[in-house]
């Protein structure tokens, strides 16, 4: 009896322990991602909007022309502002890229044959983002500007991604596979920057 119970209390132990740790380490999956805790200033804003999944050609035009409105506006307001050079210069980086972005996209408009308009507005979510950056306290700003600048950047990654594979319109689609690394060395330097700031 007492060899029985034994036997199955290693039995048990032997289950518990291939639970915990697969044998084989591929089966375990990708490590879990460490999430740093947000960051107290930026993280009482509203969130940024992200970009919708475009397919369809005017919506991706829409969510492009947004976001380089977005980035050129809040890349002005930084150069007003903060009184950090690496900051400062990444902002004067963001305009003249997205100044940029804003004309290779009119000149696919163009191309495209549609009769396309980039909006010359940001979107009311944008604008109350855009306020709300530029209520922020003197302390706070870089670290607010630079949070907003990486949740931008995913967004635009995300769509530029999704339209270069399924959307609708081939000139649009050459447009967004180009622009997919110019966007993702964006997201590289402001993750960079971040954890530069103090």
Same mark, same amino acid.
Request: charged fraction near 20%.
């Given at each position: 009896m007492n060899r029985l119970r034994l036997m199955a209390a290693a039995a048990i132990a032997l289950v518990a322990a291939a639970c915990e740790k697969p044998a084989d380490p591929a089966a375990a999956g990708p490590p879990p991602t460490v999430v740093a805790p947000p960051d107290t200033v930026a993280s009482a804003l509203p969130a940024l909007p992200a970009l919708p999944? =475009?397919? &369809?050609? =005017?919506?991706?035009?829409?969510?492009?022309?947004?976001?380089?409105?977005?980035?050129i506006a809040e890349?002005? +307001?930084?150069?007003?502002?903060?009184?950090?050079?690496?900051?400062?210069?990444?902002?004067?980086? *963001? &305009?003249?890229? @997205? #100044?940029? /972005?804003?004309?290779? /996209?009119?000149? %696919?408009?163009?191309?495209?044959?549609?009769? /396309?308009?980039? =909006?010359?507005?940001?979107?009311?979510? +944008?604008? #109350?983002? +855009?306020?709300? /950056?530029?209520?922020?306290?003197?302390?706070?700003?870089?670290? %607010?500007?630079?949070?907003?600048? &990486? %949740?931008? @950047?995913?967004?635009?990654?995300?769509? *530029? @991604?999704?339209?270069?594979?399924?959307?609708?319109a081939a000139g649009f689609k050459t447009f967004a596979a180009d622009t997919a690394p110019i966007v993702e060395e964006h997201l590289a330097r402001a993750q960079a920057l971040q954890a530069s700031l103090p």
């Open positions: 999944d =475009p397919v &369809i050609g =005017p919506d991706f035009v829409d969510a492009v022309a947004g976001a380089n409105l977005f980035e890349g002005n +307001l930084a150069l007003q502002r903060s009184s950090n050079a690496k900051v400062k210069d990444y902002a004067s980086a *963001m &305009i003249a890229a @997205h #100044t940029k /972005l804003t004309a290779s /996209l009119q000149a %696919a408009i163009d191309a495209s044959g549609q009769t /396309l308009e980039a =909006p010359t507005d940001m979107s009311d979510d +944008l604008q #109350t983002k +855009l306020a709300a /950056l530029k209520s922020t306290a003197a302390a706070g700003f870089d670290k %607010a500007y630079i949070a907003d600048q &990486i %949740a931008a @950047h995913q967004s635009a990654v995300r769509a *530029m @991604h999704t339209y270069a594979k399924r959307g609708d």
